[in-house]
């Protein structure tokens, strides 16, 4: 059953009290703050009776005057409204923010943020991989595993599936595949970032005192190296490992 919402809306954010019209509230239809007050939840009220929403109500004061009016905050508030747009769900309105210089370092922060703990959980997993005494050196290997694949020989002809008559023989499936002397299977990494990451990863080891090289490779049954011949559907297929990786040689 939906509740019944007046009208006008009396609200206490975060200690703070406004009033405004329920129109306004649900003006942006696919926020959170619209869902809050469609009817379909229960919003808390305090001791007077008004709707209580425990977030900043000095950056609320302004994500009403953008819905009311399509008014952006001073160039001073915009990261504190940013972060209260972003989880209200107003993504019009922290679309808008982004633009500003205060938002835009904001974002580019978190960014790189999360490539270092990214670069530092990579790192980890490598020293993880190794053994407790190195003797020499060691090579531990980061791999992708992209499955097995296929390509007509035919560029404009592009199969959807591995043929069964492949999958169905091991013995075609039996390879050298490519690995180090310890291995860690980790998500595939865009191709684009791989090279960057592999470089951060390495000065990550080598702050950390190990001797590092590191190399990038595709396993021995890959389309450029070893694939197999098997003809199917009327077509002759190349079916290959998709396996792919980065080797550190560590001392």
Same mark, same amino acid.
């Given at each position: 059953?939906?509740?019944?919402?007046?009208?006008?809306?009396?609200?206490?954010?975060?200690?703070?009290?406004?009033?405004?019209?329920?129109?306004?509230?649900?003006?942006?239809?696919?926020?959170?703050?619209?869902?809050?007050?469609?009817?379909?939840?229960?919003?808390?009220?305090?001791?007077?009776?008004?709707?209580? $929403?425990?977030?900043?109500?000095?950056?609320?004061?302004?994500?009403?005057?953008?819905?009311?009016?399509?008014?952006?905050?001073?160039?001073?508030?915009?990261?504190?409204?940013? $972060?209260?747009? =972003?989880?209200?769900?107003?993504?019009?309105?922290?679309?808008?923010?982004? =633009?500003?210089?205060?938002?835009?370092?904001?974002?580019?922060?978190?960014?790189?943020?999360?490539?270092?703990?990214?670069?530092?959980?990579?790192?980890?997993?490598?020293?993880?991989?190794?053994?407790? !005494?190195?003797?020499?050196?060691?090579?531990?290997?980061?791999?992708?595993?992209?499955?097995?694949?296929?390509?007509?020989?035919?560029?404009?002809?592009?199969?959807?599936?591995?043929?069964?008559?492949?999958?169905?023989?091991?013995?075609?499936?039996?390879?050298?595949?490519?690995?180090?002397?310890?291995?860690?299977? $980790?998500?595939?990494?865009?191709?684009?970032?791989?090279? !960057?990451?592999?470089?951060?990863?390495?000065?990550?080891?080598?702050?950390?005192?190990?001797?590092?090289?590191?190399?990038?490779?595709?396993?021995?049954?890959?389309?450029?190296?070893?694939?197999?011949?098997?003809?199917?559907?009327?077509?002759?297929?190349?079916?290959?490992?998709?396996?792919?990786?980065?080797?550190?040689?560590?001392?």
């Amino acid at each position: 059953m939906e509740n019944q919402l007046p009208k006008v809306v009396p609200l206490n954010v975060g200690g703070r009290h406004f009033s405004t019209f329920l129109s306004t509230l649900v003006r942006d239809e696919g926020s959170m703050l619209a869902a809050m007050f469609s009817g379909r939840h229960q919003v808390e009220r305090d001791k007077d009776g008004c709707y209580f $929403i425990d977030r900043d109500g000095r950056a609320f004061a302004h994500i009403l005057e953008f819905l009311r009016h399509a008014k952006l905050p001073p160039p001073n508030h915009a990261r504190e409204v940013y $972060i209260e747009a =972003q989880y209200f769900g107003l993504q019009v309105l922290a679309d808008k923010l982004a =633009q500003f210089k205060d938002v835009r370092e904001e974002i580019a922060f978190k960014e790189q943020l999360f490539k270092s703990q990214d670069i530092e959980m990579l790192a980890e997993r490598v020293l993880k991989a190794l053994p407790a !005494v190195i003797n020499g050196t060691t090579k531990v290997a980061l791999l992708m595993d992209g499955g097995w694949k296929a390509r007509s020989k035919i560029d404009d002809v592009v199969p959807d599936i591995v043929p069964a008559r492949f999958l169905e023989n091991a013995s075609w499936q039996t390879h050298e595949c490519l690995q180090g002397d310890n291995k860690d299977y $980790i998500e595939p990494l865009c191709s684009a970032d791989l090279r !960057v990451r592999v470089a951060l990863v390495q000065q990550y080891l080598q702050k950390r005192g190990y001797a590092v090289s590191t190399e990038l490779e595709t396993c021995k049954f890959s389309l450029e190296h070893g694939k197999k011949s098997v003809w199917s559907d009327l077509m002759t297929l190349d079916v290959y490992c998709g396996v792919y990786g980065v080797i550190f040689t560590i001392g």
